[in-house]
């Protein structure tokens, strides 16, 4: 079965197509990766991996959006916040949907080791410079990438091929 390009909660909201980047290593002589064959056990993980980027980029809308929040974004004003708006909040959390998803799938299988954290936290800096990038290098959610990024991969060691989340 070939790989199709996936739709994700980013793709639903601003109509993007994200790559697939993430499923064939670059090394140094690689060019850019072309879709693969992939087995039931890495869709099954791709799967899963949205859905927990997913749950992560949810919860960080869902937080900003809830109101009321006295001096903080909310959905009826900025709070004592001068350069934070709703849109912006929006546009940062949605802009680490891949972050997430990067972060489950390094996690996949593996047992919490300063090897894993070290992977997760470049990760993460790769994740922050993109969330920069989308506001304008105004800081949204750089402790909120740590956060759910170490929960994401903490759930994702514990998820096998035949968990079900919804």
Not at 61 to 69: D, F, G, N, Q
């Amino acid at each position: 079965m070939l790989l199709s390009a996936t739709t994700s909660l980013k793709d639903k909201v601003t109509g993007e197509k994200l790559t697939q980047k993430y499923l064939t290593p670059k090394g140094p002589t690689q060019k850019d990766p072309t879709p693969k064959e992939l087995t039931q056990k890495e869709l099954t993980q791709k799967g899963l991996a949205s859905k927990l980027a997913a749950f992560a980029v949810d919860s960080l809308l869902e937080e900003v959006r809830l109101t009321p929040k006295p001096g903080l974004v909310d959905s009826h004003n900025n709070g004592s916040h001068h350069d934070l708006t709703l849109r912006l909040m929006e546009s940062s959390a949605l802009s680490l949907e891949e972050t997430f998803f990067e972060m489950a799938m390094a996690s996949f299988e593996k047992r919490p080791t300063r090897h894993l954290r070290e992977r997760l936290a470049a990760i993460g800096r790769h994740g922050e410079q993109q969330m920069l990038a989308a506001t304008g290098q105004v800081n949204t959610h750089k402790g909120a990438i740590w956060v759910l990024g170490l929960l994401t991969g903490a759930a994702a060691i514990h998820l096998t091929p035949t968990s079900r989340i919804s």
